[in-house]
């Protein structure tokens, strides 16, 4: 299933960690952190209101922030229109967390998680439409499943 | 329909819409500025959610999971970041993380006790494995899909 790649975009070589290519010990690191932020999404939002997860989630990503700039010594790309659209897509990112914070709190998180994770089926149809893409095989099926999993999850 | 299902459709609306601006945004600039600047856009919004909001009645456990849940989120795309950095394709890492869904589905029934009906077992199947499907490169596109 996995292409090993032992090599970066430079074509440095990479060491393995115990045998794992290390891209893939990060991309598993990504499944498990998102994973356990949906959890802690459902724990939170029984507790607190939407708004007040929000606040605390936007404070608690602040380090990785500094993580990041130090990393790029202090040189952050200026690019006006590029950082419109990061700035716009914050606030989307942001306003999407407020409407899956409440949908946490109303419903189950086995059933708000896999849902909110079908964005990609709107994004795919923007592309399309948008930017002129092309669809793969592989997102028209997943766009036919995604619509079959919310017929059948509303039920 | 269900509140959830309202919110829910409310989260996959604004999250597509990100998922293009996404896309437009790494046309421009390195995905760690985007990492960046995508955290201004909500600091945007927080002016708004603290002036409508009271925090007197949270705990000091309440502050301590909003704030854990913003370090896994960050994290969570930091380290998709990363495996792309060391020579992941984001054909198959995109994917594969997008099967995260699977996990907080694991941990809810494992420690919140949710019993999901066999009809919904097979629902969640379907959004998980759609959700990986859709999450693959694009013949011509090269962005990289973060979640939040």
Not at chain 1, 2 to 15: A, Q, T, V, W, Y
Not at chain 2, 72 to 98: Q, R
Request: glycine share 10%; hydrophobic share 55%.
């Amino acid at each position: 299933m996995f292409e090993m790649s032992n090599r970066n975009k430079r074509g440095d070589l990479i060491p393995n960690v115990k045998g794992l290519p290390k891209w893939l010990v990060y991309a598993l690191l990504s499944l498990l952190w998102w994973g356990i932020f949906g959890f802690l999404g459902k724990i939170g939002s029984d507790r607190v209101s939407a708004a007040q997860m929000q606040i605390f989630l936007t404070i608690g990503a602040l380090p990785l922030v500094l993580g990041c700039i130090i990393r790029l010594d202090f040189k952050i790309a200026t690019h006006k229109l590029g950082v419109t659209y990061a700035i716009l897509m914050g606030v989307f990112a942001a306003l999407g967390l407020l409407a899956f914070f409440a949908a946490m709190k109303s419903g189950t998180a086995s059933l708000v998680g896999p849902v909110t994770s079908l964005y990609p089926a709107l994004t795919v149809a923007l592309a399309l439409i948008v930017l002129k893409e092309k669809v793969g095989k592989a997102q028209i099926l997943g766009l036919i499943l995604a619509i079959a999993s919310i017929v059948i999850l509303s039920l | 329909m269900a509140e959830w299902v309202t919110f829910s459709i409310a989260a996959v609306v604004c999250w597509g819409i990100m998922g293009l601006l996404q896309k437009l945004t790494t046309n421009y600039i390195s995905a760690d500025s985007v990492l960046i600047w995508d955290r201004v856009g909500y600091l945007v919004l927080l002016p708004w959610l603290l002036g409508t909001s009271h925090l007197n009645n949270m705990g000091p456990g309440d502050i301590l999971i909003g704030t854990l849940d913003g370090i896994a989120n960050g994290l969570g795309a930091w380290f998709l970041y990363a495996s792309l950095e060391n020579g992941a394709k984001a054909s198959v890492a995109v994917p594969l993380t997008a099967l995260y869904p699977l996990l907080t589905v694991l941990l809810a029934v494992l420690f919140l006790g949710e019993k999901p009906r066999p009809l919904q077992w097979l629902g969640i199947a379907l959004a998980v494995v759609a959700g990986a499907l859709m999450s693959r490169e694009a013949p011509a596109a090269k962005h990289v899909d973060e979640k939040l």
